[in-house]
T-cell receptor, first 111, second 109 residues
Framework: DGGITQSPKYLFRKEGQNVTLSCEQN?????MYWYRQDPGQGLRLIYY???????QKGDIAEGYSVSREKKESFPLTVTSAQKNPTAFYLCASSEIPGGAFFGQGTRLTVV | GEDVEQSLFLSVREGDSSVINCTYT??????LYWYKQEPGAGLQLLTYIFSNMDMKQDQRLTVLLNKKDKHLSLRIADTQTGDSAIYFC?????????FGTGTRLQVFP
């Protein structure tokens, strides 16, 4: 089945630790996005990529890093510099005009 | 700047129509979208409308676009309890999708 897969579904991070969230798509979409969602709030854009080996910062990129070495993959690393990482992270891919397709999300909790 | 605004809550009786509103600021947006999010899940694309259209209907869903006022609405006919969720509008700018704050729709019997 075509789709977008995020893993893991739940992730626990210790203080000062870097963690990487996986996002894979087999829709052959060029564009991919990472969003952060806090309880009761909307989606805020972290990073996005329009083509392989290129990506741009969104509104809240500080404390995060990404790579886009393959069209199918757009992993997000939450670094120790991100002081408040507990949130629900959503990855999406898109091909205009069809809109973006989302993964099921990763819930990250700092312990 | 970019800003997409929605009211936070809407409560409707089962069987009634629901109307969720959205205002956006980027007049150059070419496509506008409606998404549905159920608890603990990702977003599901419901429908979209191209900026040169005024209306689009898809089964129980009707999207209205007023470009002059930069206002987008989603009407759900015969609202069911399964429609309870958060609804997001989104606009596509030249290279990224910007989402509204979301409207939580509660359907009561």
């Amino acid at each position: 089945d075509g789709g977008i897969t995020q893993s893991p579904k739940y992730l626990f991070r210790k203080e000062g630790q870097n963690v990487t969230l996986s996002c894979e798509q087999n829709l052959n979409h060029d564009a991919m996005y990472w969003y952060r969602q806090d309880p009761g709030q909307g989606l805020r854009l972290i990073y996005y990529s329009q083509i392989v080996n290129d990506f741009q910062k969104g509104d809240i990129a500080e404390g995060y890093s990404v790579s886009r070495e393959k069209k199918e993959s757009f992993p997000l690393t939450v670094t120790s510099a991100q002081k408040n990482p507990t949130a629900f992270y959503l990855c999406a891919s898109s091909e205009i005009p069809g809109g973006a397709f989302f993964g099921q999300g990763t819930r990250l909790t700092v312990v | 700047g970019e800003d997409v605004e929605q009211s936070l809550f809407l409560s409707v009786r089962e069987g009634d129509s629901s109307v969720i509103n959205c205002t956006y600021t980027d007049s150059s947006s070419t496509y506008l979208y409606w998404y549905k999010q159920e608890p603990g899940a990702g977003l599901q694309l419901l429908t979209y409308i191209f900026s040169n259209m005024d209306m689009k209907q898809d089964q129980r869903l009707t999207v209205l676009l007023n470009k002059k006022d930069k206002h987008l609405s989603l009407r759900i006919a015969d609202t069911q309890t399964g429609d309870s969720a958060i609804y997001f509008c989104a606009e596509f700018e030249p290279d990224k999708l910007i989402f509204g704050t979301g409207t939580r729709l509660q359907v009561f019997p």
